[in-house]
């Protein structure tokens, strides 16, 4: 799947959509560092540029994320994966998919 392509399903709830109407523009007005939002035509589908933190491998690197928010978003988490190229990371799998373990507590 490439990033211009959208994945099924189904269109975001008013909740949804509210809240990220609302969270666009926080992150238009004062977005957090290293990250900038790509302006795009799809609520449900954010791209945003990431900039390797200073200190790191992957400093100097930008990397895009890709942000699919769910029907009944912020009840249901987004699905998040990195674009080609994905960066060399044992977490990161080489389709972008982020692989993170849940610990229990």
Same mark, same amino acid.
Request: charged fraction near 15%.
């Given at each position: 799947?490439?990033?211009?392509? #959208?994945?099924?399903?189904? #269109? ?5 959509? $509210? ?10 007005? $004062?977005?957090? #560092? ?16 990431? $900039? ?54």
């Amino acid at each position: 799947m490439t990033s211009s392509s #959208a994945p099924s399903r189904k #269109a975001l709830s008013k909740i949804a959509s $509210n809240r990220l109407q609302k969270e666009l523009v926080e992150w238009q007005v $004062n977005p957090p #560092a290293g990250f900038k939002h790509k302006v795009t035509d799809n609520l449900q589908r954010w791209i945003i540029e990431v $900039n390797g933190a200073p200190g790191t491998l992957y400093a100097n690197e930008t990397f895009e994320l890709q942000v699919d928010f769910p029907e009944h978003y912020p009840m249901e988490a987004p699905q998040v994966i990195f674009l080609p190229p994905a960066p060399l990371h044992p977490h990161i799998y080489s389709n972008g998919h982020i692989c993170l373990g849940i610990a229990s507590f």
